[in-house]
């Protein structure tokens, strides 16, 4: 089973700034990573798949970087609809497996 | 628009089985595939598996083989997802998503199903 590692658990920035997510997996996935916003009570959304390309009506203030064993996900400016928790997600085999999360919470 | 739509909260005991229905509309069911995630309480998200909705063909996670069973009904576009002998660690909400094929990021989630295993 490939093992997705998120850093930091935790991220708090102001409103305006910049966050950096990262995500490593325990071995190579190429570009088969996908990054998710999950709200309190909602499902996850989809945000970016294929490592870098944004999902349908997703704002060009999220983008993401990276590929074989790690990844970056950017936030240029943060909205306070932006404060959530973010997954990646591997999906280079059948048994695609999560990270555990990191939490963006207001500064 | 495309959604997936799923059926209501559920409250078992231990040793119980549940199905969960999972709805889609707005799209060509049998083009694409579902795949199940589960999220306990405050925790993060676990996949448990996926089918295709156009052959029925199965994958499952290690941990949940022999425990869960994934069909679709494509007369109704309808999806759903068996589990039997719950256990209180089965407590979760349950997403259903598409995916297109088993190894593929999922664009669209249902609502999610609260399974609450308790004695």
């Known amino acids: 089973e490939i093992v997705m590692t998120q850093s930091p658990a935790t991220l708090s920035v102001s409103p305006g700034e910049r966050a950096t997510l990262s995500c490593r997996a325990s071995q190579s996935v190429s570009s088969n990573l996908a990054w998710y916003q999950q709200k309190p009570g909602q499902a996850p959304r989809l945000l970016i798949y294929?490592?870098?390309t944004r999902a349908t009506g997703i704002p060009a203030r999220f983008s993401g970087s990276g590929s074989g064993t790690e990844f970056t996900l950017t936030i240029s400016s943060l909205q306070s609809e932006d404060f959530a928790v973010y997954y990646c997600q591997q999906y280079n085999n059948w048994r695609t497996t999560f990270g555990q999360g990191t939490k963006v919470e207001i500064k | 628009q495309v959604q997936l739509v799923q059926s209501g909260a559920e409250v078992k005991k231990p040793g119980a089985s549940v199905k969960v229905s999972c709805k889609a509309s707005g799209y060509t069911f049998t083009s694409y595939g579902i795949s199940w995630v589960r999220q306990a309480p405050g925790q993060g998200l676990e996949w448990m598996g996926w089918?295709?909705?156009?052959?029925?063909?199965?994958n499952y996670a290690q941990k949940l083989q022999g425990r869960v069973t994934m069909t679709t009904d494509t007369s109704t576009s309808t999806a759903y997802m068996e589990l039997r002998s719950l256990r209180s660690d089965d407590t979760a909400v349950y997403y259903c998503a598409r995916a297109p094929v088993v190894n593929d990021a999922f664009d669209i989630w249902g609502q999610g199903t609260m399974v609450t295993v308790s004695s």
């Open positions: 294929g490592a870098s």
């Open positions: 089918i295709s909705a156009y052959n029925g063909n199965t």
